[in-house]
């Protein structure tokens, strides 16, 4: 049996990856988005899907991005000094509190993190597929999960 090096780390072009395409009707000047191979054009449409998550993630980003308030990119994990962690709602103290643990278990590469949706819904995106709680295929990250809601109930 022969052994096999270890794939080679992806190139820069190969982590980009397309969230959402903005497009125009060049007739009305109405605009439109396109998530995968779904087309919104209506507002209220798009926040009833399952993509609005994904989409108000990367606008947030987008508007920071233009303003010239990106931070710097960073490794998966690193944390930066200046930015202390913000109280936010549970649901982002419990996920911050998940990456910790993740990086501490070494699989802070996954990119999984909790998101409430709307309806106070939890999702939890490993990359950027999304999965209800109950559909998290790997029960290694399900136990941190649980792990990380009991140390959040815990400092309360």
């Known amino acids: 049996m022969t052994e096999q090096a270890p794939p080679a780390p992806p190139t820069p072009e190969q982590r980009l990856f397309p969230v959402v395409t903005l497009m125009r009707d060049e007739v009305t000047g109405q605009l439109a988005l396109q998530v995968g191979p779904r087309i919104y ?4 449409a798009l926040r009833d899907s399952p993509d609005w998550t994904r989409v108000e993630f990367a606008a947030r980003d987008l508007a920071r991005w233009v303003e ?3 931070p710097p990119p960073r490794r998966p994990g690193e944390r930066r000094p200046e930015d202390p962690p913000k109280a936010g709602t549970m649901v982002e103290q419990i996920s911050r509190i998940l990456e910790t643990k993740l990086v501490a278990q070494g699989e ?3 990119g999984v993190r909790l998101v409430e949706g709307p309806g106070g ?7 950027v597929q999304p999965y209800s709680l109950d559909e998290v295929p790997d029960p290694a990250i ?15």
């Open 41 to 44: 054009q209506d507002p209220q």
């Open 68 to 70: 010239g308030n990106a």
């Open 108 to 110: 802070s590469g996954r």
């Open 121 to 127: 819904a939890v999702r939890v995106y490993i990359g």
């Open 142 to 156: 399900r136990t941190a999960i649980r792990e990380a809601v009991a140390e959040w109930e815990a400092s309360r």
